[in-house]
């Protein structure tokens, strides 16, 4: 079994700074991807910044020059520092890692989600 466990979220003005955090624990042998998502009121969930294993990063259009995505390989952990905040990124983030376990078997777990809010 695996376990995300985020951090970071909170109340911020716009324009502010926030960084999450999402630590992975339990029988991981290897974590191939992370990703980040978030699921606004009345909205699907949507990957807004990703990272492979080889450090390559995606971003989705809305938060590319705001947002970045980093790996802590040695904590098995990932996190999103977020600049220029806007009200429009408010919002539950949720973490999510792909990988292998130390019994060789596929993983994909998500974290509990931590809310985010911008105040305009």
């Known amino acids: 079994q695996v376990h995300l466990a985020e951090s970071g979220g909170g109340l911020v003005q716009a324009g502010g700074s926030l960084r999450l955090s999402c630590a992975a624990s339990?029988?991981?042998?290897?974590?191939?991807?992370m990703g980040w998502y978030r699921q606004a009121p009345g909205k699907q969930r949507e990957l807004i910044a990703a990272?492979?294993?080889?450090?390559?990063?995606n971003y989705e259009d809305s938060v590319k020059g705001r947002f970045t995505i980093s790996r802590d390989d040695a904590k098995n952990t990932t996190y999103l520092r977020m600049n220029n905040l806007k009200p429009e990124d408010t919002a539950v983030y949720f973490c999510m890692a792909l990988g292998l376990t130390n019994g060789g078997t596929d993983f994909g777990f998500w974290g509990q989600g931590t809310q985010v809010t911008v105040s305009s």
């Open positions: 990272i492979t294993s080889d450090g390559s990063t």
């Open positions: 339990g029988s991981i042998f290897s974590i191939n991807a």
